[in-house]
C-alpha cells in the first residue's frame, strides 16, 4: 500500500487525510514515478528514473526509441511488463506518450507529456 500522488502531492481524502492506494492504481503510481523523474536526479537512488528527458521527439524509429526508454526505466519494477509504446509528437518541442503496460492486476495505460528536441 502507497499513499496517492496527485500533480506532485499527496491527494486528500474526504476524511482530510492523504489517500492510500494499492493493486494496479499503486503498481501504476510507481510506474509513473519511475518514468517522470530524470534518472539521476533521485540522489537516495540514482538508478531509479528514466531516460525520457534525452528522447529526441521525431524521426522514424521515434517508437521504438521511447519503449527502449520506457523498459529500461520499468525494468526493476517487479509485476509490470510493457506492451505497447505510442509517442506522438505535438510541436513546439512537445509529445504525447500514451504506454500500455501489463501487471499482475490487469492492463493500465499511463498517458504523459514530454518536452525535448526535435531532430
Known amino acids: 500500500m502507497d499513499t496517492k500522488l496527485e500533480q506532485g502531492d499527496f491527494e486528500v481524502g474526504e476524511n482530510g487525510l492523504p489517500r492510500s492506494v494499492s493493486g494496479k492504481e499503486e503498481l501504476l503510481q ?65 509529445a504525447r506518450l500514451t504506454i500500455e503496460l501489463s501487471t499482475s492486476f490487469g492492463i493500465g495505460t499511463i498517458t504523459m507529456e514530454l518536452t525535448g528536441e526535435e531532430g
Request: net charge positive; hydrophobic share 40%.
Open 30 to 94: 510507481r510506474a509513473t514515478i519511475r518514468l517522470t523523474v530524470p534518472r539521476g536526479s533521485f540522489s537516495y537512488d540514482p538508478a531509479l528514473g528514466s531516460k525520457l528527458h534525452t528522447l529526441v521527439l521525431s524521426g522514424p524509429d521515434l517508437n521504438a526509441r521511447a519503449r527502449e526508454l520506457v523498459e529500461e526505466a520499468l525494468a526493476p519494477l517487479p509485476g509490470i511488463s510493457v506492451e505497447q509504446v505510442l509517442c506522438t509528437p505535438l510541436g513546439a518541442r512537445r
